[in-house]
């Protein structure tokens, strides 16, 4: 073909780059997005099955579907963007949740006036959010291993799993390769005969931190609270 002497740059963009010009005023189905992340909340449901769904839709309304790649980074990008998150949802007595609480609570001596701190040992029921929360004088593995014992008491029954916080009074090890419980809590594990389920810090949102972390503030700043009145009550009673 001999092109003349006037030609436009846009034209031998045209002949040169003929699919890159069709590509530019093709019209994709933009995908319903709250629906997606409300579908990936269900068991079993991926990205995959919805961005087939989703082809079949666009094939039966005569639109143009994103291939896959594009779905899936285009409904990442609108979760971060509107800051979606994902509920869990839990089966009831399935998963006990255990952490420390981040804040002490200072108590004093009745006859010396010494102070003291208390930690709190925190355990959730995700699914009826019953919480039970114990005191202790220190966050060694005695007491660690106590308050559960105390919990499942407290809860009537024992859970199927049991979701420790990265600690180290249960946890010698926890990366990316490897998980090594502590040996007695491994114990007690298998003495209740329960799953031991960490909680990864490699887990790609925040979202999917455990509610024994969600509740520990909230915690921690009521029992200081009740702990602050009772004893201005009983100063000036």
């Known amino acids: 073909m001999t092109l003349g002497e006037d030609v436009t740059n846009q034209e031998l963009e045209k002949l040169l780059f003929l699919d890159r010009m069709v590509s530019k005023n093709?019209?994709?189905?933009?995908?319903?997005?709250?629906?997606?992340?409300?579908?990936?909340?269900?068991?079993?449901?991926?990205?995959?099955?919805?961005?087939n769904e989703?082809?079949?839709r666009c094939r039966s309304n005569g639109?143009?579907?994103?291939?896959?790649?594009?779905?899936?980074?285009?409904?990442?990008?609108?979760?971060?963007?509107?800051?979606?998150?994902?509920?869990i949802n839990h089966k009831p007595s399935e998963t006990m949740q255990v952490d420390w609480a981040g804040g002490t609570i200072p108590y004093f001596d009745s006859i010396t006036g010494e102070e003291y701190k208390a930690y709190l040992f925190v355990a959730v029921?995700?699914?009826s959010g019953i919480i039970y929360v114990e005191a202790c004088d220190d966050?060694?593995?005695?007491?660690?291993?106590?308050?559960?014992?105390?919990?499942?008491?407290?809860?009537?029954?024992?859970?199927?799993?049991?979701?420790?916080?990265?600690?180290?009074?249960?946890?010698?090890?926890?990366?990316?390769?490897?998980?090594?419980?502590?040996?007695?809590?491994?114990?007690?594990?298998?003495?209740?005969?329960?799953?031991?389920?960490?909680?990864h810090r490699f887990s790609f949102s925040s979202c999917h931190k455990k509610s024994a972390s969600c509740d520990i503030n909230?915690?921690?700043?009521q029992f200081a609270d009740f702990l602050q009145t009772f004893f201005s009550e009983a100063l000036f009673s």
């Open 26 to 51: 093709v019209v994709y189905a933009e995908p319903d997005y709250p629906y997606i992340h409300k579908e990936l909340s269900k068991k079993g449901v991926t990205l995959t099955l919805l961005w």
């Open 54 to 56: 989703y082809c079949e």
């Open 63 to 87: 639109e143009i579907p994103y291939m896959s790649t594009q779905f899936c980074d285009k409904y990442r990008r609108w979760a971060k963007v509107t800051k979606a998150t994902m509920r």
């Open 125 to 127: 029921l995700p699914c």
């Open 139 to 199: 966050m060694k593995q005695e007491n660690w291993l106590m308050c559960h014992v105390h919990a499942y008491e407290y809860f009537g029954g024992v859970s199927c799993i049991l979701v420790p916080d990265n600690l180290r009074t249960g946890v010698t090890a926890n990366t990316r390769y490897e998980t090594q419980l502590n040996e007695s809590y491994h114990e007690l594990a298998e003495h209740y005969d329960v799953l031991l389920s960490l909680a």
């Open 218 to 221: 909230s915690i921690s700043s």
